[in-house]
């Protein structure tokens, strides 16, 4: 999706004030924005191609990779769940997670001072240990590591905490998810969004009930996720709605919230199964599937958004055929 979004023909219909992301759209988020800040041509070019590799590593498309893959799916969706710590075995994923963000991230190529800033980054991530703080639950590109992508998409139980320092952490979905109340502090004041664009990728809704363990824990999960994020909407709503009433509050600036969704009736229409296993679903043929969903509510977006933009025709999810004019106003 921010493929589409950050498109060149795309782009240039508005100025990106800020990414922010929690879990994998933390580490989409990190990958767009170390190519936006790096200068290298094209930048949305460069973005889209980080964010192509880094996802094409991570597929299990060896012979022993994808058989693994297929043998961790099917005993996860036995009806009986086996709960194993992940402190009782080495932590593979977080080393193989790791090495992908640190190849194609590639945060040691930029100096850690405020050039870092224009797009601004915030992620999002849980601290366990004092709990969650307006300090210690959000980390910024200007000062961003790998550790701390990482850790924002450590979703216990499959992750160990990690380790920053003294404090431990746990996966953003806790805390914020992902974090779009810290927009309206962006300083100074003119640089703050005028509307912010809103990947929603936990379903508000489900049509049946969860009745086994993996099911429940899933919907445990969205309803956790989506309690973060829409309490940073609530608030930002308030704001809106008191600002031209009470002049304290005019410190802030009116934002409009828009929100961008997969289908994902049309992935299980597909044969996709998108349920709480799926999060581990590392097929070749799952991941493709997952960005060209992600290309195409990107494109139908753009062309709710703005006048001129013309979505692909159906099936072709991939995005390849966009009509643009000149750029317009915001």
Do not use: H, W
């Given at each position: 999706m921010l493929s589409v979004l950050l498109a060149k023909?795309?782009?240039?219909?508005?100025?990106?004030?800020?990414?922010?992301?929690?879990?994998?759209?933390?580490?989409?988020?990190?990958?767009?924005w170390s190519a936006l800040i790096s200068g290298d041509g094209d930048r949305g070019v460069e973005a889209a191609n980080r964010l192509q590799a880094f996802w094409d590593d991570l597929k299990a498309d060896e012979p022993f990779d994808a058989a693994l893959n297929s043998w961790g799916l099917f005993t996860a969706r036995l009806p009986v769940v086996a709960e194993i710590s992940p402190y009782a075995y080495a932590p593979f994923a977080q080393r193989e997670l790791t090495r992908a963000l640190r190849d194609y991230a590639r945060l040691g190529d930029f100096p850690a001072d405020a050039t870092r800033s224009n797009p601004f980054l915030f992620v999002a991530a849980t601290e366990i240990l004092e709990g969650v703080t307006k300090h210690n639950s959000v980390f910024r590109g200007e000062t961003i590591t790998i550790d701390q992508v990482v850790a924002s998409a450590a979703i216990p139980p499959v992750f160990r905490a990690i380790p920053i320092g003294e404090k431990r952490y746990w996966d953003g979905l806790f805390s914020h998810n992902p974090p779009i109340r810290v927009f309206t502090d962006i300083e100074p004041k003119e640089r703050r969004p005028d509307e912010i664009w809103i990947i929603r990728i936990n379903p508000r809704k489900r049509k049946t009930e969860p009745t086994t363990m993996p099911e429940i824990i899933d919907r445990r999960n969205e309803l956790s996720g989506n309690l973060a994020l829409d309490?940073?909407?609530?608030?930002?709503?308030?704001?809106?709605?008191?600002?031209?009433?009470?002049?304290?509050?005019?410190?802030?600036?009116?934002?409009?919230?828009?929100?961008?969704?997969?289908?994902?009736?049309?992935?299980?229409?597909?044969?996709?199964?998108?349920?709480?296993?799926?999060?581990?679903?590392?097929?070749?043929?799952?991941?493709?599937?997952?960005?060209a969903a992600g290309r195409g509510a990107g494109w139908a977006f753009l062309a709710e958004r703005f006048a001129g933009v013309t979505a692909p025709v159906e099936g072709d999810r991939a995005g390849a055929a966009a009509s643009v004019t000149p750029p317009s106003s915001r």
């Open positions: 023909e795309n782009g240039e219909r508005f100025d990106l004030v800020a990414l922010s992301g929690t879990s994998g759209g933390a580490m989409c988020a990190t990958l767009a309490q940073e909407r609530a608030f930002i709503e308030k704001i809106n709605e008191l600002i031209p009433e009470m002049t304290k509050l005019r410190k802030y600036k009116k934002i409009e919230l828009r929100e961008i969704a997969l289908d994902e009736d049309e992935l299980e229409r597909d044969g996709f199964r998108m349920d709480y296993v799926s999060k581990l679903d590392r097929s070749p043929r799952f991941i493709d599937a997952l960005i």
